[in-house]
């Protein structure tokens, strides 16, 4: 499984039984258990509710692979919990996640990206962004794929090739969303005016992605991982010109989540607008390869010009912009993120997104001066400072703050 970091001579002495790695539970054999479920429900042919949920791959673009993820023998709303990032937060595990979404089929199909009528001619792209799960059906062939991972994607479920889908209840689209379809309004706008109108980020992105956003001759299908980017970029743009114009934050605000083996720290800071944003991943985590840890920097400045570009940082950003333009203020923004060795597969950044925003809605967990006190204390005690000694210079540098 793509992001998985063991030896490969460790799994063959372990065979999965002695556990060797470290971890709970063999995750090899997570995947393969979870390959062999979904087998047993299909012989060529799936049905099943989709939540909904889709992906737009890029490879071989402008003829892409789009797969429509379904449950098998899963009807009604029960289906939902199948593709529902905001519902998952803080009730499930890595191990959950990578079953839930193992235990779906994505019945694949190759399409030009300007021939996104087709989709709607036979209702896949109105079931793509329902607000209820929709039924379908689809005629498969060849063998299922493993699942697959990325880091800004949820996990692809096996995937098969399908001579056909059929939609065979009838889509429930957004109101919003059935008005922008006959706009010819350019997609960044018409992604800001939904968001306004209270769609939320993940239908968003499956909108953009199935070509059914901007203006009408224009329209294409998006790949899901440009997609989500271009969704977080679009709104976070948009609620950062608001920000710019608001009065200064009149203390310092510490915020503290944790989720997946993920840590944030989101500083507040009297100031106009700019952002930090500041990754630490250690060994044995998803990304990490060698025996060090790897750090990874990323700036906004105040004219919004980025030292490069990073999902994970727009993921991270819009939900601080959100709070920042709800209470009202502006300020310096500092996020640091600590990735454990128990992130050990990648599972999109819908986490990053969720975890800030939870961060944020429970409030400060100090303010003032009482901040730098207990950054030190969190970093000295629960994260990097603990485990990198030798980098605290380089780290409080980063953060701004002095170590002591």
Same mark, same amino acid.
């Given at each position: ?20 790695? $470290?971890? +709970? ?10 390959? %062999? ?14 939540? +909904? ?20 023998? @899963?009807?009604? !709303? ?27 089929? #994505?019945?694949?199909?190759? @399409? ?14 109105? #079931? %793509? ?25 949820? +996990?692809?479920? +096996? #995937?098969?090739?399908?001579?056909? @889908? ?33 769609? %939320? ?58 989720? *997946? $083996? ?15 944003? @500041? ?60 990735? *454990? ?6 599972? $999109? ?15 400060? !967990? ?39």
């Amino acid at each position: 499984m793509t992001g998985i970091r063991i030896k490969p001579e460790l799994c063959l002495v372990c065979k999965g039984y002695r556990n060797l790695c $470290g971890l +709970p539970r063999c995750p090899i054999l997570e995947r393969r258990l979870a390959l %062999s479920r979904v087998g047993r429900y299909i012989n060529g042919h799936v049905d099943g509710s989709s939540p +909904p949920s889709v992906v737009v791959g890029e490879v071989g673009y402008p003829v892409v692979k789009v797969m429509f993820n379904i449950p098998p023998n @899963i009807h009604g !709303i029960n289906a939902a919990y199948y593709d529902d990032p905001s519902g998952w937060w803080g009730r499930l595990s890595l191990y959950d996640i990578i079953k839930l979404r193992s235990s779906m089929v #994505a019945a694949s199909m190759r @399409i030009k990206v300007n021939e996104t009528q087709a989709l709607y001619d036979n209702e896949l792209a109105p #079931a %793509s962004v329902s607000e209820k799960p929709v039924d379908m059906e689809a005629r498969l062939k060849g063998k299922l794929t493993g699942l697959s991972i990325n880091e800004l994607l949820t +996990p692809t479920p +096996p #995937a098969a090739t399908a001579l056909r @889908i059929n939609v065979s209840s009838n889509p429930k689209v957004p109101r919003v969303i059935d008005r922008l379809i006959n706009d010819d309004a350019k997609a960044s706008d018409a992604v800001w005016e939904a968001y306004k109108g209270g769609l %939320s980020v993940y239908t968003l992105i499956r909108a953009l992605s199935m070509g059914m956003l901007g203006g009408r001759r224009r329209r294409r299908l998006v790949p899901t991982r440009w997609s989500i980017t271009a969704v977080d970029s679009i709104i976070g743009g948009r609620l950062r010109g608001r920000v710019l114009s608001l009065p200064e934050l009149s203390e310092e605000l510490l915020f503290y989540g944790e989720y *997946l $083996g993920n840590r944030f720290v989101i500083m507040l800071r009297p100031g106009a607008y700019r952002a930090r944003w @500041i990754e630490v991943w250690y060994p044995s985590s998803a990304l990490v390869t060698g025996k060090d840890a790897v750090i990874h920097v990323v700036d906004e400045d105040y004219g919004g010009r980025f030292s490069e570009m990073d999902g994970g940082f727009y993921a991270a950003r819009l939900p601080i912009l959100e709070y920042l333009n709800k209470t009202g203020r502006t300020a310096e923004v500092v996020i640091f993120r600590e990735v *454990l060795p128990s992130y050990f597969v990648t599972v $999109g950044n819908w986490h990053i997104r969720e975890t800030v925003r939870r961060a944020l809605e429970n409030g400060p !967990i100090g303010k003032g001066t009482e901040v730098h006190e207990l950054l030190n204390r969190l970093l000295t005690y629960k994260g990097a400072l603990r485990f990198m000694p030798s980098r605290i210079s380089r780290i409080t540098d980063y953060l701004g703050v002095e170590h002591g």
